[in-house]
């Protein structure tokens, strides 16, 4: 049966892909200090805005360095006060502002430092595309020595649909044998409204834990959410639905659909200020329909220290919990993980 939903969702998300445009245009941001740039505007999150530029390539700019913006394709555009707009981006009635003209003609000037989301709707598949590639050092319980971590991270965002894939491992080297003491993959797809705040969510997780005697977890969800807050370099997003999960332990046992209800916390936090830091955390709590009294939690934290443009030095604490795992005495885990990352 999950091999269904599996197929359900990746047909869902290769639909959502091709309602998108191809067009290809220009952009012009003029800073404070005279500087231009000119190429085509990427993406705008919580005070960073990214542009690839003719000559330079991919660069990461700070939203309040610039004084105004001329755009000739049409974007998303999310302020902090939760107001969302379509259209395109024209000097505004001063520096520091825009005017953004809607499609159905009317014009609105907001200030740059209140644009919270920007997502550029006409640039095509690959200028949307914005992730990272993490390698480290990590700490877990279930093993007190050092080991290995990989990680990976890409973002699509769309007029509507946004969708991620993430993926990362942790295995140790013992005597010529590595093993794969812990591994996650998620694919997460989300559908705005029509309101400002409220999105719809699909998603597909992956989980292995030898700690917790899970060698799979296979889980599908099915729910939405709200921007509950979106402040200047914040904002926090509140999830709901429906999980449905297939387990299979470290023995060899495998479970039937087992259904839970998720509560589900995003945080992200930006300052781009010196110091240049970013935090991201996931907090997931999970209450068993199919188990009496069975309960979940899951956290993972992401620190981001900016060294050098494109890498970063990353400090990723977590921990899971669960009071009635498959078998085995353990039901907490917990480790941190130690990368440099690029981004791109």
């Known amino acids: 049966m999950f091999r269904l939903w599996h197929m359900v969702l990746l047909l869902f998300i290769a639909v959502s892909l091709t309602l998108e445009t191809n067009a290809q245009k220009k952009d012009t941001l003029l800073f404070f200090n005279g500087q231009v740039l000119i190429g085509d505007i990427k ?10 530029e003719v000559d330079l390539g991919i660069i990461q700019v700070k939203m309040y360095k610039i004084k105004t913006i001329q ?6 555009i999310e302020t902090q006060d939760k107001r969302t707009y379509y259209g395109v981006m024209q000097p505004g009635p001063k520096n520091g502002w825009v005017n953004i003209l809607q499609d159905n003609s009317e014009v609105f000037a907001v200030s740059i430092l209140n644009l919270n989301t920007i997502i550029a709707i006409e640039k095509g598949f690959f200028p949307r595309l914005e992730g990272n590639l993490a390698a480290g050092f990590s700490y877990t319980k279930s093993n007190s020595l050092g080991q290995l971590n990989f990680s ?5 965002a769309g007029e509507r649909f946004g969708h991620q894939l993430s993926l990362a491992t942790i295995g140790s080297l013992d005597s010529s044998k590595y093993s794969r ?16 705040t409220w999105f719809l969510s699909i998603g597909l997780n992956y989980q292995r834990n030898l700690e917790l005697s899970i060698a799979s977890r296979f889980q599908e969800f099915f729910g939405g959410g709200n921007k509950i ?9 509140l999830m709901s639905g429906l999980t449905i999960n297939q387990e299979r332990s470290t023995s060899g046992t495998s479970t039937n659909e087992l259904f839970e209800l998720p509560l589900i916390f995003r945080f992200n936090f930006f300052k781009y200020h010196s110091p240049n830091i970013q935090i991201n955390t996931v907090q997931s709590f999970y209450y068993s329909l199919s188990q009496k009294g069975r309960v979940r939690f899951d956290n993972n ?44």
Do not use: H, M
């Open 152 to 156: 990976f991270n890409v973002k699509y």
């Open 301 to 344: 934290i992401n620190f981001s220290w900016e060294l050098i443009r494109r890498f970063y030095l990353t400090f990723n604490p977590y921990s899971n919990f669960d009071n009635q795992p498959p078998e085995g005495d353990s039901n907490f885990d917990f480790g941190v993980a130690i990368n440099i990352s690029y981004r791109f």
């Open 43 to 52: 993406a705008g999150f919580l005070g960073k805005l990214t542009i690839d």
């Open 71 to 76: 755009s000739s394709g049409r974007f998303k």
């Open 229 to 237: 807050i979106v402040r200047k370099y914040w904002q926090l997003r």
């Open 181 to 196: 003491d812990r591994e996650d993959g998620s694919l997460f797809t989300s559908y705005d409204l029509n309101t400002s």
